[in-house]
């Protein structure tokens, strides 16, 4: 099994509805990452979180929101999708340093592809 | 601010040719760790290598060498005798010790195709 799942793995929906993707991870790392990738953009960072009392905003955290339910569960949320949101969503964690070098490696989901109709 | 630049878009080669993908990066820390991800055609990515600002020694990995020069501020990545398999989008990036090395700063990628 994967240590950083995501659910869906693919979803198609129309403007306006409210989606959430979410991201589980068995690693044990405390923190976790929202990142959007788009052809020709790279990844880009949505949100992220240390911890479950902490979330920050990325450089593109406009019209989504995020929920860090537990150590290992951070969800993303749209609460109104339009189409320019259409695009591949990464969940990623890292390790603080207290297992292991603090490095900044991301350890990435699979991916969820999300396409805005 | 950190930034990282990977200046190719797209490369095409046939298979058995050496490659270069470039990566420049921008950075005023000191310490920093710098990383290549693979994206194959499935999707996932996948981790290549890392490497602290200390260490200048160039690395190698059967096919795959990274020449990493401070001085010019990049961090390339050669694929010698290219094959079909190595088709897939190359990310490099860039984490700083003036964030905690709390981000990954990705460049745009490098789509590499290999044709038989």
């Known amino acids: 099994d994967a240590d950083v799942t995501q659910t869906p793995r693919n979803r198609i929906t129309k403007t306006g509805k409210r989606i959430m993707l979410e991201c589980s991870q068995t690693?044990?790392?405390?923190?976790m990452y929202w990142y959007r990738q788009d052809p020709g953009l790279g990844l880009r960072l949505i949100y992220y979180s240390f911890d479950v009392k902490d979330i920050n905003k990325g450089e593109i955290s406009d019209g989504y929101s995020v929920s860090r339910q537990a150590q290992a569960k951070f969800s993303l949320s749209l609460e109104s999708a339009i189409p320019n949101q259409t695009a591949l969503y990464f969940c990623?964690?890292?390790?603080?340093?207290?297992?292991?070098?603090?490095?900044?490696?991301?350890?990435f989901g699979e991916g969820s592809r999300l396409t805005v109709l | 601010a950190q930034k990282v630049t990977q200046a190719q878009t797209e490369i095409s080669v046939v298979e058995k040719e050496d490659v270069t993908l470039d990566c420049v990066y921008e950075t005023r820390d000191t310490t920093y760790y710098l990383f290549w991800y693979k994206q194959p055609p499935s999707g996932e990515l996948v981790f290549l290598i890392r490497r602290n600002s200390f260490d200048e020694q160039n690395e190698i990995s059967g096919r795959y060498s990274w020449n990493f020069q401070k001085s010019t501020s990049s961090f390339n990545f050669t694929i010698t005798a290219s094959q079909v398999v190595d088709s897939a989008v190359y990310f490099c990036a860039l984490s700083e010790w003036n964030t905690g090395f709390q981000k990954l700063v990705f460049g745009t990628g490098t789509r590499l195709l290999v044709s038989p």
């Open positions: 990623a964690t890292s390790d603080l340093g207290t297992s292991g070098p603090n490095t900044g490696e991301l350890f």
């Open positions: 690693k044990g790392h405390d923190r």
